[in-house]
C-alpha cells in the first residue's frame, strides 16, 4: 500500500531557531501533499496544501512568510516553520493522494517543541 | 463536503465487536463516506470507505444505511491496539487536490 514517510518524528528547538520537516510518498507520485497541525487534545486542522511545482495554498489565519512549503518533486514536499516560538509546538502531520480509491496517506506525525 | 456528527467518546471490552456510529444527514450522492483513525501521537490511519452498499476489510465493516444519511463502523473483535480517536469524514472520490476536513471522531477506549 501506499507509504509516506515523514521525518524528523520528534525535534526540539530554541526560540528563534528555523525547523525543517520532510515528507515523502515512498511508492507513489503525489502531485498535491497537504500539512496538518495538531494541538493536544484537538483534532487535525488543516495549514497548507502543498502542489508539486507550484506555489503552496495555505489557510486562513497561516503565515506563509512563517511555514515555508517547498514541494519541488512528486515524493518530497517540506514544511519549514521558520523563527519558531513555544506558541508553535504542536504535532505536525502531512498526507498524500495516491490512489483515490483508498483515500489519503498520512505521515507518522512530527511532535515539535 | 458534508457535516458528519459522532459521539464524543465510547467504551468496549476487548474481544468484543465495537460499533461506532456516524451521522451525515446532509450527504449527497456523489459523496463517500471514509473513517480514519488516529491512535495517540501517530498519523491518521485509513480503515474503510464506502458509497452506499456495505464494505468489509481486513480491518472492520461499514454499514451505510439506505438512505446514506448514517452509518457504523463495526470492529468485530476489539483489542486493546484499538484504542484511538475514529473520524467519520465524507467528500467526494475523484478529487486528490482536495483536503480531508477532520471533525473532533470519537474517542474509542477498548477496556481489559
Known amino acids: 500500500g501506499a507509504v509516506v514517510s515523514q521525518h524528523p518524528s520528534r525535534v526540539i528547538c530554541k526560540s528563534g531557531t528555523s525547523v525543517k520537516i520532510e515528507c515523502r510518498s515512498l511508492d507513489f507520485q503525489a502531485t498535491t501533499m497537504f500539512w496538518y497541525r495538531q494541538f493536544p487534545k484537538q483534532s487535525l486542522m488543516l495549514m497548507a496544501t502543498s502542489n508539486e511545482g507550484s506555489k503552496a495554498t495555505y489557510e486562513q489565519g497561516v503565515e506563509k512568510d512563517k511555514f515555508l512549503i517547498n514541494h519541488a518533486s512528486l515524493t518530497l514536499s517540506t514544511l519549514t516553520v521558520t523563527s519558531a516560538h513555544p506558541e508553535d509546538s504542536s504535532f505536525y502531520i502531512c498526507s498524500a493522494a495516491g490512489d483515490d480509491n483508498y483515500g489519503y496517506t498520512f505521515g507518522s506525525g512530527t511532535r515539535l517543541t | 463536503d458534508a457535516k458528519t456528527t459522532q459521539p464524543t467518546s465510547m467504551d468496549c471490552a476487548e474481544g468484543r465487536a465495537a460499533n461506532l456510529p456516524c451521522n451525515h444527514s446532509?450527504?449527497?450522492?456523489?459523496?463517500?463516506v471514509y473513517w480514519y483513525r488516529q491512535i495517540h501521537s501517530q498519523g491518521p490511519q485509513y480503515i474503510i470507505h464506502g458509497l452506499k452498499n456495505n464494505e468489509t476489510n481486513e480491518m472492520a465493516s461499514l454499514i451505510i444505511t439506505e438512505d446514506r444519511k448514517s452509518s457504523t463502523l463495526i470492529l468485530p473483535h476489539a483489542t486493546l491496539r484499538d484504542t484511538a480517536v475514529y473520524y467519520c469524514?465524507?467528500?467526494?472520490?475523484?478529487?486528490?487536490?482536495?483536503?480531508?476536513?477532520f471533525g473532533s471522531g470519537t474517542q474509542l477506549t477498548v477496556l481489559p
Open positions: 469524514i465524507v467528500r467526494v472520490a475523484g478529487s486528490s487536490a482536495r483536503q480531508l476536513t
Open positions: 446532509t450527504i449527497s450522492g456523489n459523496e463517500y
